[in-house]
């Protein structure tokens, strides 16, 4: 059907009835649409093979298979923007193709040749194209994933193993400015961990703080760092950014924190606008001096699912802080409204971000 599918020799089984018509494209919130298909493609005696696109549904398992016993098993995030011509623009897939074989690596998995990443993604999005929102801020959010098929219950790393991909009409994840609670007891990942790999295990070991924070009014964690909880290193769901004194200040990335794609797309444009960036080591007493000397003007997420997401409130301890009117700020407000008029192709793509299908 078209030359991606070819060039991979894709198997395509459409669906014999599109659930499109009955999607409420008016609600949608995070995750829970998914599209016509899912693309699958199989690891077994050291290569990947059987790519196949088939209708969405359920994958026939074995109890017994080791990502379910000892977690081998990591996912990406990647949206896919309609543009004013009709075309479709997925964002920076490579930038995730690479961070998948960073994951691949330390969870002892397979390598995923990218083209394979990028062009199984294409096929996919090419084919559910009607999926793709057109409403302010919606996008068509993509989940690649992989995982260990081995039915063994030896601790070992498995010999076989699934690649997915699912597709699903999307808002933002976030619906509104964050309240976010500095964790100081819990951690998310220490040094010489998988804190910089999307492990599915680095998700499932939040759920408990998180929800304690939500439980206290909270929307969000900032995680800190392990050893002495005294610098920040990022939310739950996204990279954290700050102005302060007129400078963009991130945590450099590190083995315990995500190199997320919206993070290199914000430093990139922040570099081209002539602002001042600075990744380093952030402590948490930097952030609350800077609120209180009003020196910190911006705190925001940055991420896929996220996009940029206004800090509104910060509470460290039994303190809430109040930060500035989200509204009024300069520097996520503009770079939010520039990062989306290049996925979204309103503006010329200067830096080479979209992958066009
Ligand atoms: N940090 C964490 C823990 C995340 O889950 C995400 C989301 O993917 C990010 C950061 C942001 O990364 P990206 O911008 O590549 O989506
Ligand atoms: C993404 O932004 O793609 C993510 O993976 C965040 C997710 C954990 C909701």
Redesign the pocket.
């Known amino acids: 059907m078209n030359t991606v599918a070819e060039a991979l020799d894709i198997k395509i089984t459409k669906t014999a009835e599109s659930r499109l018509a009955q999607t409420d494209f008016s609600n949608l919130p995070f995750g829970k649409q998914f599209s016509d298909h899912m693309f699958i493609a199989d690891y077994e005696n050291g290569e990947w093979k059987n790519f196949k696109i088939l209708p969405y549904g359920e994958i026939p398992l074995s109890p017994a298979i080791s990502a379910l016993h000892y977690g081998q098993a990591f996912f990406e ?1 990647l949206k896919a923007y309609k543009h004013p011509d009709g075309k479709i623009g997925i964002f920076r897939p490579y930038k995730n193709a690479e961070r998948a074989n960073k994951s691949a690596e330390r969870l002892s998995m397979p390598e995923l040749p990218e083209e394979i990443f990028v062009q199984s993604i294409a096929a996919l999005v090419s084919l559910d194209r009607d999926w793709i929102p057109t409403q302010d801020n919606h996008s068509l959010y993509i989940r690649p994933f992989m995982f260990a098929t081995d039915a063994a219950l030896g601790v070992q790393p498995s010999s076989t193993y699934k690649f997915v991909v699912l597709t699903g009409p999307t808002g933002p ?1 976030f619906s509104k400015n964050l309240k976010v609670k500095i964790e100081n007891s819990f951690s998310r990942a220490s040094e010489g961990g998988f804190g910089f790999a999307k492990a599915a295990g680095n ?1 499932a070991g939040s759920l408990l703080p998180a929800r304690e924070a939500v439980k206290e009014g909270y929307d969000q964690l900032i995680w800190t760092d392990a050893k002495e909880h005294a610098y920040v290193e990022e939310l739950g ?1 996204a990279n954290i950014m700050f102005i302060i004194d007129g400078k963009l200040i991130t945590p450099s990335t590190r083995d315990t924190i995500l190199k997320g794609v919206t993070r290199d797309a914000v430093l990139t444009l922040a570099n081209s606008w002539g602002i001042p960036v600075e990744e380093r080591r952030i402590s948490v007493a930097e952030v609350i001096e800077g609120i209180e000397s009003g020196k910190l003007t911006e705190a925001f997420g940055v ?4 996009t940029i997401a206004h800090i509104a409130e910060i509470g460290l301890d039994d303190k809430l802080y109040t930060l500035s009117d989200p509204a009024g700020r300069e520097f996520s407000n503009r770079v939010f409204k520039a990062l989306n008029d290049i996925r979204y192709g309103l503006v010329p793509d200067e830096f080479g971000w979209n992958y066009i299908v």
Do not use: P
């Not at 991420?303 to 996220?306: E, F, I, L, P, R």
């Open positions: 995030g994840y998700y769901a991420g896929t699912a996220a």
